[in-house]
């Protein structure tokens, strides 16, 4: 597929599904975009939609048929509206941190290809603000899902969730106590740790 240069042709790529539940349109939305009239399309959309569907069908899928509902925040970037949020301090990392991150249509410097969507859990959103701790639902995720990297913000205990074709297997957070929560060679990296979420559902496939 080449990038849309019609409504038409993005109107066709936004009915594209990625799994189940999930189809492109979804993943397309970005404030920077909207508010500085950048295009946010796909260079590469086969790429695109091929990162995305492993995004989608191995993480957002099981999430949502556990959990409920989950709320995309910040998704797919291209290369235009992410660099222009990096240069301006939006938030956004570098390009090239991004590729096989927001920027699902390249791959990374390894030559991976990955995909990243910054969701809230409005299930577990509602405990947090109760007073739940956000390293509960990070462990759930280490314990069932194959994510390559999480990181977790103060708001809606909101984070980025990572698929790879080479899981790094890390999590991150700037919500405190801030810093590394696991990475592979520390100790608590390894085993079970469903003693930090008593009371979660257990894993459901869509």
Known sequence: MKSPKSVAKLEDLGRVRLSRNFFMRDFLYSEIANLHGLPN???DP??????GSRLCEELLEPLNA?????AIRSAYRSPTVNGFGNANK???ASNEANYA???WDRRDADGRMGATACIAVPW???RYEAGADWRSLAWWIHDHLPYSSMFFFPR???FNLNWNEAPERRIDSYIKPAGCLTKPGMDNHAGDHSESYPGFPALKRA
Do not use: K, S, V
Not at 46 to 51: E, P, Q, S
Not at 66 to 70: E, H, L, P, Q, V
């Open 101 to 103: 991150h927001h920027i």
């Open 124 to 126: 577990f959103a509602e």
């Open 156 to 158: 809606l205990a909101a």
């Open 41 to 43: 399309i796909p260079e």
């Open 90 to 92: 939006l938030n956004c």
């Open 66 to 70: 556990t959990f409920g509902r989950i």
């Open 46 to 51: 086969d790429l695109a939609i091929a990162a």
